[in-house]
């Protein structure tokens, strides 16, 4: 729910403060006092479009800044935590959207700057805006389809999931397919090429990491008589004369003398040092030993030598072609045979991706005619439903009629399918054309609702509609832009019955010129213009009861007059009385008690 809205710099509207209530509220105001600046704050803080010509004349920026409630709502809730947002001890969060005379725009959730379309998907959780614009939408048929899908909910909703995820599988069929078929000789080269470098490595064989230890192992070979002689004498000097010459004992045999007069010492000082020299004795033995073993396999043979540098050499010749080293050789002969895996253009391939995509069309028309025969079922309650409100207001010899057929595939369609013996088109949404016709009175041809209705009537068919789906809405506040342009009299008091009903289970904010509207409201805020030094200011007044009659007289008769506020009292309590005789009976005894 939209607690409160501040609106600065905005239009004509300088700084305005809107506390709504959680039921009905309605802005009005005088033609160009900047009540549409209302809705055209709520576009930017549900992440809309950012127009520099909305600044106000005069200031750097404009601000608009909402606090929202969202309690109980998973993607709400979802989206608050993940963008770090702080949340204020009440459970609200406050939205800002900034716009400056320079075109940048700069959006914050809860104190944190965010992008501006993470206010879109907070906004599209909380609230909608229904405006001329939305109306002029719904007459388009994705938009009617739409609207078909949102009344159905799951029943439509599960089975076009499985038609989308088994579609986009069998679109790829196709593609993959297609591209085989289309560029066979193309993909034949480029495999012969993957084949000849699969052949040639295989031919080589190479060993993870064997270039480096190659490189090692003639290094070794190469100096084989150097280290032979370094690797000689160092194991003279630890193990001593190999020959035991008592000149050249070697550090073993002196450590070994050494603990072995420590060892027989009466001291116990010179005692305690001899398992440190035991120590030492037991390392020297150990890389005597290794040095010794390393002279023995040293090997100065060249024909080894010659062989390990040929074997180098057809290394070099793949890190030449394929790849820096054996290790980026070796993952270039993985990624060419599943390459190769997806170019096979034989005869054996190429059916059976047609025998898979055959078999993907019957999943998908037979999900497709699911999809159609729910919304068919719900096309006929849908109807039934707005016809049953347009009689409420003042249309009682309209029907709506919502059509639901399966779209003809066109010649050459690639995205054919077959259901029923007849070629549909398999679109994103399904196979289904979806059409809103009105049927203006008894006798009258069923036509398109904007060939059949009136401004006005066109109006109130889509205030039904909107009614009417209020039940399957899932976000809480409503906002309606002068839906009821064109309409007058009888029909404008429906409306606001409607309307008022419709706040018994959503928040409603309405900008409106009609005081038949406006009497059923449960707050009333007027948009006040007036002029100081030659500029227009414009600010947002919650009224009062007094004040509401004064209002409603300005909007009856153009001036605040007796006979005016006599029909605006009339009105309100007329109003009043249709409130009372539809709320709920328990809530008329807790407000009697």
């Known amino acids: 729910m939209l607690a409160e809205m501040r609106i600065q710099g905005l239009g004509v509207i300088e700084d305005a403060l809107l506390e709504l209530h959680a039921g009905f509220t309605v802005v009005t105001g005088e033609t160009g006092a900047g009540k549409t600046m209302v809705v055209t704050g709520l576009h930017l803080l549900s992440g809309g479009r950012a127009e520099v010509s909305k600044v106000r004349t005069g200031m750097l920026k404009a601000f608009v800044e909402g606090r929202f409630t969202y309690s109980g709502v998973e993607g709400a809730e979802r989206i608050v935590a993940e963008s770090g947002a702080d949340v204020d001890e009440d459970g609200s969060v406050i939205a ?50 739409a609207v078909i899908d949102r009344f159905a909910g799951d029943a439509v909703a599960k089975p076009l999931g499985a038609y989308q995820e088994i579609r986009s599988e069998w679109l790829a069929v196709i593609a993959e397919l297609t591209e085989r078929s289309t560029r066979s000789r193309e993909m034949a080269q480029q495999a012969d090429l993957l084949k000849h470098g699969l052949t040639e490595i295989d031919a080589v064989a190479p060993e993870p990491g064997e270039d480096v ?34 000149e050249a004992p070697g550090a073993a045999g002196l450590v070994s003398e050494a603990l072995r007069r420590l060892s027989t010492s009466e001291d116990a000082v010179l005692r305690e040092l001899a398992p ?28 080894l030598l010659e062989q390990v540098l040929a074997r180098q050499a057809d290394l070099k010749r793949l890190t030449r072609k394929y790849a820096a080293d054996v290790d980026g050789v070796l993952a270039w002969a993985d990624d060419a045979r599943r390459r190769l895996e997806t170019m096979d253009t034989s005869e054996e391939a190429l059916a059976e991706l047609a025998m898979r995509r055959d078999q993907l069309a019957v999943q998908l028309a037979a999900h497709a005619a699911e999809v159609s025969g729910a919304r068919e079922k719900a096309a006929a309650e849908l109807a039934a439903e707005i016809t049953r409100e347009l009689s409420g207001l003042a249309m009682g010899q309209a029907a709506i009629e919502v059509t639901v057929e399966q779209r ?84 404008a008091v429906e409306i606001g019955r409607r309307l008022a009903r419709l706040a018994r289970t959503h928040q409603v904010l309405v900008v409106t010129h009609l005081p038949q509207v406006a009497a059923f409201a449960d707050q009333h805020l007027v948009v006040d213009k007036g002029h100081t030094g030659g500029v227009t200011r414009s600010g947002v007044k919650n009224l009062k009861q007094a004040e509401r009659v ?21 009105l309100l309590a007329t109003a009043e009385k249709d409130k009372t005789e539809f709320e709920p009976k328990k809530k008329r005894a807790a407000k009697k008690k």
């Open 276 to 303: 440190r020299l035991e120590e030492a004795s037991v390392l020297l033995a150990d890389v005597g030993a290794e040095l010794g073993n390393y002279v023995e396999t040293l090997d100065a043979d060249p024909a």
């Open 408 to 491: 003809p595939a066109e010649h050459g369609d690639t995205h054919a399918l077959t259901i029923d013996g007849r070629a549909v088109h398999a679109g994103a949404d399904g196979v289904d054309d979806v059409e809103l016709l009105l049927r203006a009175h008894d006798g009258a041809p069923p036509l398109p609702v904007h060939k059949a209705a009136s401004g006005g009537e066109l109006s109130r068919v889509m205030l039904a509609i909107e009614v009417v789906l209020a039940h399957a809405d899932t976000v809480q506040t409503l906002v309606f832009d002068e839906v009821d342009a064109g309409v007058g009299g009888r029909a």
């Open 550 to 570: 004064s209002e409603l007289a300005r909007m009856l008769a153009g001036m605040d007059n007796e006979t005016g506020r006599a029909h605006a009292e009339e």
């Open 96 to 145: 800002l959207r900034a716009v400056a005379v320079d075109g940048r725009s700069r959006a914050h959730l809860g104190g944190r700057s965010v992008p501006v379309g993470v206010l879109a998907e907070l906004s599209e959780q909380l609230i909608a805006v229904h405006g001329q614009n939305d109306q002029l939408r719904l007459l388009r048929p994705a938009e009617q389809r």
């Open 213 to 246: 230890e190659l490189t090692a192992q003639i290094k070794r070979l190469a100096a084989a008589d150097e280290l032979r002689a370094a690797a000689t004498e160092a194991h003279v000097a630890v193990s001593g004369s190999p020959d035991g010459e008592p």
